[in-house]
């Protein structure tokens, strides 16, 4: 089976492969040098590949298939690289796999002829060659992007003085021994400080989760990012996710609803003993920390204060943060415009 894939970078990830959970495979298995798929010197565990082994071959190594393979039981091969055929020569892999070409990656073949076979089905049989991405065989989702580590989860205590610290979670379709995964974080969403990093716990295909706690979180909003490292140089680095920690003694307190705001909705500042200024700024910050709408909003009758968040304010849908400052106190909440 031929499906083409688009995946954004270059991590191989699957967990269920025809119905088989692949939490138990054998080992990874990597090309340290151009060579030939049976010698033990090409591969970093010196040992030519085997049943339920996810081989993977970066980008400038070549390895040169040089036998009719048995059929492998459950392999993966990821390619970066180039994988090439030698003329007749095979790989078979059964009852279930795949072979991953991901941009960048190439199979090359001397001759025409079937060169790889799942379960008796030749899915591809040169010689010209093949780019990718593209993938052979049986893995769950022909969607599949790639996308590396993704931050799911950052949270920190919004109501009262003692919150002290900010959790980032994220997990990553495929995880390797050795990996490093960097946790980054910015007051603007665009200049980024290293505030921490996390050693992977072992080769994983089941987007293991990993978390990083923040102890000395901005007040505030603040944008979190997590970059995975391999030793082999392959980095990817995670879309920004927003925090909002709010200190709030004896301010206002800040609501915006309805909650996504489909239309028309208000942002109400309320119970302001402490803010008797008399006004309060309030900005609308967008996902790269710019800020794209400020207004002056006046106390009402009631003590507090009052706006509203309609089409007019030509904001594009997306994530906000709304921030009120007054002279004593600032305020944060954040509003998904649809």
């Avoid at 990718?132 to 920190?156: A, D, E, K, Q, R």
């Amino acid at each position: 089976m031929k499906t083409y894939i688009t995946p954004k970078n270059i991590l191989c990830s699957f967990i269920l492969l025809a119905g088989i959970t692949f939490t138990s495979r054998a080992a990874t298995i990597t090309a340290i040098a151009n060579g030939r798929w049976s010698s033990p010197d090409t591969w970093d565990v010196h040992r030519a590949p085997a049943d339920n082994d996810t081989v993977v071959i970066y980008a400038g190594t070549t390895v040169t298939v040089d036998i009719n393979s048995h059929d492998y039981a459950y392999m993966a091969v990821c390619v970066l690289g180039t994988l090439n055929f030698d003329g007749g020569q095979k790989l078979n892999i059964c009852p279930a796999g795949c072979v991953i070409i991901y941009d960048g990656g190439l199979l090359t073949g001397d001759n025409p002829g079937a060169k790889i076979n799942i379960c008796g089905t030749t899915d591809w049989t040169g010689p010209d060659t093949a780019t990718g991405p593209v993938g052979f065989g049986n893995y769950p989702n022909s969607g599949y992007t790639g996308t590396g580590p993704t931050v799911h989860t950052v949270s920190g205590v919004q109501d009262k003085a003692t919150a002290n610290s900010v959790i980032a979670k994220w997990s990553s379709p495929i995880v390797f021994a050795g990996d490093v995964f960097t946790i980054e974080r910015s007051e603007n969403g665009l200049t980024f400080e290293t505030i921490g990093t996390v050693n992977s716990t072992g080769f994983s295909m089941a987007g293991t989760e990993y978390s990083f706690e923040d102890k000395n979180p901005l007040e505030g909003s603040a944008y979190y990012r997590v970059t995975q490292s391999n030793k082999h140089g392959l980095n990817s680095t995670s879309d920004n996710a927003i925090a909002e920690r709010t200190i709030n003694n004896s301010g206002c307190s800040l609501k915006v609803f309805p909650n996504p705001c489909t239309d028309d909705c208000q942002i109400n500042f309320t119970d302001c003993p402490g803010d008797n200024d008399g006004v309060i700024t309030v900005d609308m910050i967008d996902a790269n920390g710019a800020v794209v709408s400020s207004q002056i909003a006046e106390q009402n009758a009631n003590g507090g204060f009052n706006l509203h968040i309609d089409r007019s304010n030509n904001l594009a849908p997306g994530v906000y943060i709304v921030r009120g400052t007054s002279s004593k106190n600032a305020y944060m909440q954040k509003a998904i415009l649809k």
